[in-house]
């Protein structure tokens, strides 16, 4: 199933399909966001389960990102991916049921199935698309930030097309991974006995590297999933429309698309990181610092700020992944070590900043509290600009 096999057409399905894949990473959160008050309200939850709820996904991308690695392990990776792509679609469609049972139980499901390809799909583009892999990391986050972007966006106005209320908004995301599904198993039949997964040949737990990629990819995410869960709140509070919050976040995602896009090829060609992360860090704190003085004066051009340090963040944390392996293998590992550990960390910001908002009732110290948390993504970036390899 190698794109480099002198197989160009079965080169250029794969790179297809691993985008197709990837658009189905994000809008199970994405589309939250936007429609969290019409859950709430539908649900009868209280605001500390509905904090609780928005948290769900990313710690599931944490505790259960090793399901990838284990069942590669037993049936190879093109087989795991199929696997995972039909329980999102599962899982999308079971959090739509009757009460908050089913909520919380399709929620489980279809993020326990992302951790899994958010660790698989990295080590696929470094072993299949060995000569083209800052394009494919490229077009990956791509993926995942643009389909983030426009869940954010049509949610809210798909609710009303659709009908159905909230739950027509969120159900319409199990389409796009039955379409990915639909494309990836005819490959089955060219991976043919596609090779199982190795594990590294050492841990990683008492590697430099790996835990600086780590800790940078995991801060990084905690200010991302803030942002994805409580922005369209904080402008509905500030007076916007359900629909109209729900814009602005699109935007700040949209932004993040063609940098995601062009990103990844320029950090594998330069020769230090450095300004790059920084420059991220620096976007990102002075968009949540807009929306900390100043939420309405300009909210259009605070979210482009904010997109684009968050837009950089992300791929610069996925780049590191393959910068700092040299093998498949060992990368595979580090996708698991620090989105692992990453997104336990991550998890932490939509259930912080929702439990702070409910405490103060503004956002003044949820967003302090973000920013403040962008100095270990800057401690741990300038750390793993420097060369070097995890697993040496």
């Known amino acids: 199933m190698r794109a480099s096999s002198g197989q160009p057409r079965v080169g250029a399905w794969l790179g297809v399909a691993v985008f197709l894949v990837a658009v189905n990473l994000r809008p199970a959160v994405a589309s939250f966001g936007p429609l969290v008050t019409d859950i709430r309200d539908g649900l009868g939850l209280s605001d500390v389960?509905?904090?609780?709820?928005?948290?769900?996904?990313?710690?599931?991308f944490g505790a259960l990102a090793p399901i990838g690695p284990w069942l590669t392990r037993r049936i190879g990776m093109a087989r795991a991916v199929a696997v995972f792509c039909a329980a999102i679609g599962v899982g999308l469609v079971v959090r739509i049921g009757p009460d908050a049972a089913t909520m919380f139980t399709g929620t489980l499901v279809a993020a326990g199935a992302i951790a899994a390809l958010n660790v698989i799909l990295p080590a696929l583009i470094k072993r299949d698309f060995p000569n083209h892999t800052g394009v494919m990391m490229g077009l990956y986050t791509l993926a995942l930030t643009g389909s983030a972007a426009i869940a954010a966006g049509l949610s809210v106005p798909l609710t009303h097309a659709i009908g159905h209320g909230w739950r027509g908004g969120l159900g319409i995301w199990a389409a796009p991974a039955a379409i990915a599904l639909l494309v990836w198993l005819p490959g089955l039949r060219v991976a043919g006995a596609d090779a199982v997964a190795t594990v590294a040949p050492r841990g990683l737990l008492r590697d430099?590297?790996?835990?600086?990629?780590?800790?940078?990819?995991?801060?990084?995410?905690?200010?991302?999933?803030a942002v994805l869960t409580w922005l369209p709140t904080l402008y509905q509070d500030h007076g916007l429309s359900e629909?109209?919050?729900?814009?602005?976040?699109?935007?700040?995602?949209?932004?993040?698309?063609?940098?995601?896009?062009?990103?990844?090829?320029?950090?594998?060609?330069?020769?230090?990181?450095?300004?790059?992360?920084?420059?991220?860090?620096?976007?990102?704190?002075?968009?949540?610092?807009?929306?900390?003085?100043?939420?309405?004066?300009?909210?259009?051009?605070?979210?482009?700020?904010?997109?684009?340090?968050?837009?950089?963040?992300f791929p610069l944390g996925l780049t590191l992944m393959v910068l700092r392996t040299r093998t498949p293998a060992v990368t595979q590992q580090l996708s698991s070590m620090s989105q692992g550990f990453g997104y336990l960390i991550a998890a932490c910001g939509p259930?912080?900043?929702?439990?702070?908002?409910?405490?103060?009732?503004?956002?003044?110290?949820?967003?302090?509290?973000l920013i403040a948390l962008l100095a270990p993504q800057a401690i741990a970036g300038l750390a793993v600009a420097r060369p070097g390899f995890a697993g040496d």
């Open 351 to 369: 259930l912080l900043t929702g439990l702070l908002h409910s405490l103060t009732g503004n956002w003044t110290v949820p967003l302090a509290v």
């Open 243 to 313: 629909g109209h919050a729900g814009a602005l976040l699109s935007v700040s995602a949209a932004v993040q698309a063609p940098v995601a896009l062009g990103l990844p090829a320029v950090a594998l060609r330069v020769r230090t990181q450095t300004p790059l992360l920084i420059g991220a860090v620096l976007f990102t704190a002075g968009g949540l610092l807009a929306l900390l003085l100043a939420p309405m004066a300009a909210p259009y051009l605070w979210v482009v700020i904010l997109g684009i340090g968050q837009g950089a963040s």
């Open 208 to 225: 430099r590297i790996a835990w600086m990629v780590t800790i940078y990819f995991g801060f990084q995410s905690l200010s991302f999933y």
């Open 49 to 60: 389960s509905i904090s609780v709820l928005t948290s769900l996904p990313v710690v599931c």
